[in-house]
């Protein structure tokens, strides 16, 4: 398997100066997603803020003077740190929901945003337990969303994980709770044993979610209950993707280690692992996706590297 390292290196300034530099932001920047067809950039942070970017046009000079038009606007409603930013996967005008984006916050909701209104973009807020309905004795401490998931096979359906390690699935346009799956089975009441992560098949009624006690768990949207539970790391499970086949499902964690993992088997076997990055402050691989059309995968990692991979090894 090739990889390539995107990180500092002896050139010219040029090739590695940003070709735009927002500031908006009063602390760190958690989540970022960009809405090609809107032309925007959305981000989100520990202040609890969305800020909306206009994208720069692609004729602009990377030292042109700082353009104030390009800060669109800010989108106000958490009170905590927003953890995930998803954006709604069409959006092309061909369902009501083309221009929703979703947030999952530490202050213990999950937020829906309809990015084309003006004034106030706010269309929907929940908690735990769905819109209007009591968490059942689940303090906001307890249940924190951590991930957040369109489902692909209905996409009038949402899927957050939480900090008591439980996965839920809400109806996008009215809040309501549809089903939670006991996907807590190894839940201490503590952080370290959250879900970190959660990820859709792309074909298949099926949801994948990644714990802080090494975990991942396979979900199955028919059956509303966990199919399948294995150990997936010698640490923390941080960050998963699928391929688009729907063929091989990939994994990072604390333990710097990258996995794919064959779950169109039984058994979901592990065919290949390797260290994707060094470890830092107690943490590994942070972020790993598949490109959706050509055979590349990249991974993050808390050593301030992005590694590029041909995937078509398998």
């Not at 009063?26 to 032309?39: C, D, H, L, P, R």
């Not at 969303?145 to 809400?170: C, E, G, H, M, Q």
Request: hydrophobic share 35%; with cysteine; charged share 20%.
């Amino acid at each position: 398997m090739e990889s390539q390292e995107l990180g500092w290196k002896k050139t010219s300034p040029q090739d590695i100066e940003p070709s735009i530099t927002y500031r908006g932001h009063s602390n760190t920047v958690t989540s970022v997603v960009i809405a090609s067809e809107q032309g925007r950039i959305y981000s989100a942070g520990l202040d609890s803020m969305i800020r909306v970017w206009k994208m720069p046009a692609e004729t602009r000079e990377t030292y042109a003077p700082v353009d104030p038009s390009l800060n669109l606007s800010s989108f106000i409603g958490h009170t905590d740190t927003i953890w995930d930013l998803k954006l709604f996967p069409l959006s092309d005008g061909s369902t009501p929901h083309s221009n929703i984006l979703v947030s999952a916050s530490a202050d213990g909701t999950v937020k829906v945003w309809d990015t084309e209104l003006k004034g106030s973009p706010l269309r929907n807020s929940w908690s735990f337990g769905g819109l209007g309905v009591a968490s059942n004795g689940v303090t906001s401490s307890q249940a924190v969303p951590t991930s957040l998931t369109f489902l692909p096979t209905d996409l009038r359906k949402i899927a957050a994980s939480f900090t008591n390690s439980v996965t839920s699935v809400y109806d996008l346009e009215t809040g309501q709770l549809i089903t939670s799956f006991k996907s807590d089975e190894t839940y201490d009441g503590t952080p370290l044993t959250q879900i970190n992560t959660i990820v859709a098949h792309p074909t298949m009624p099926l949801l994948v979610t990644g714990h802080e006690d090494r975990y991942i768990r396979f979900l199955d949207l028919r059956e509303d209950k966990v199919v399948f539970s294995m150990v997936g790391h010698l640490d923390g499970v941080t960050t998963m993707d699928v391929e688009s086949t729907g063929l091989v499902l990939v994994s990072g964690g604390h333990d710097s280690s990258v996995r794919l993992w064959d779950i169109s088997s039984t058994n979901r076997t592990c065919i290949q692992e390797f260290t994707g990055h060094r470890r830092k402050g107690d943490e590994g691989v942070l972020s790993v996706r598949y490109h959706p059309v050509l055979p590349w995968m990249v991974s993050g990692g808390a050593d301030g590297i992005v590694k590029v991979y041909q995937h078509g090894v398998h």
